[in-house]
């Protein structure tokens, strides 16, 4: 769990530095995914210092996904935005209301919740059609960013932030279907093709759509999905008895996230103001 909040921290505060990078990029041509703005982007010292955060939580992220239930690590990567606030309001001075300031407690309640109810990951490996399964619904997210260019403006927020959030859950998953460095897994390959495609449609739906729309989708994507098949094909399970204060605490903290989507992205005049 000590793996899985650092990994929030490291994830959360990485959001502050590479948001304020794809809002000063130089913006592309049309709605849908830009792959070039990933180029633009890493141009910028915020958005490499938030690539190397990135990485250093992933790493944490791994460990975790090793030991705990997957749903325990989404919930706990789902509390970066609690993170977030707390840095873009220290940083960039961004107020938050009273409501927000709760909303980070409950994340924190809930995440309390989830470490004393948690069992041990399932002992299960996965069979071959769950890893194939992966390798699909990674593929499926590259052609739901395609997709998502010709929606209109809130709607186009919403479809790419569910695809990083999908993409993100691949990548949980994937971590625990793979046991070796074996070529031959498909999930060693939905694991970079998950990644690399949430990637691309967060720093899309980040620089083009509602920050606070896509960063709802996103947690939902990340979150839900992934803790059912923890659940269900992997056999993650609660401490004995305890599987409500789990339940519980998996919805607190996801409802606390959510509450603070709009810090997916701090606003854009503080942006701004601190790119100048």
Do not use: H, K
Not at 38 to 53: D, E, F, K, N, T
Not at 170 to 188: H, Q, T
């Amino acid at each position: 769990m000590i793996c899985a909040l650092g990994a929030a921290v490291c994830y959360g505060t990485a959001s502050v530095l590479q948001a304020v990078a794809a809002r000063t990029a130089e913006p592309g041509t049309g709605s849908g995914v830009d792959p070039a703005l990933l180029v633009r982007a890493v141009r910028q010292w915020r958005y490499v210092v938030g690539l190397a955060l990135d990485g250093a939580g992933f790493a944490l992220q791994i460990v975790a996904l090793r030991v705990l239930p997957i749903y325990a690590v989404g919930a706990a990567l789902a509390a970066s935005l609690a993170v977030t606030a707390v840095v873009a309001s220290r940083v960039l001075r961004v107020r938050l209301s009273r409501a927000e300031w709760g909303a980070v407690a409950v994340v924190c309640g809930g995440l309390a919740m989830l470490g004393l109810a948690s069992g041990t990951e399932g002992g299960s490996g996965g069979t071959a059609a769950l890893r194939w399964a992966m390798l699909a619904v990674a593929g499926a997210v590259l052609l739901l960013g395609t997709v998502a260019g010709r929606l209109p403006d809130r709607p186009r927020a919403l479809v790419l932030g569910l695809g990083a959030g999908f993409g993100f859950g691949v990548v949980e998953v994937s971590v625990r279907l793979i046991d070796s460095a074996d070529p031959a897994n498909p999930a060693l390959y939905a694991l970079l093709l998950g990644g690399g495609a949430a990637f691309l449609l967060l720093t899309s739906a980040l620089q083009r759509g509602s920050v606070t729309t896509a960063t709802a989708g996103m947690v939902l994507g990340e979150t839900i999905g992934p803790a059912l098949v923890g659940v269900v094909w992997l056999g993650d399970r609660t401490r004995g008895g305890l599987e409500w204060l789990a339940v519980a605490g998996f919805a607190v903290a996801v409802a606390g996230a959510l509450t603070l989507a709009r810090f997916g992205e701090p606003p854009v005049a503080e942006a701004a103001a601190d790119a100048t």
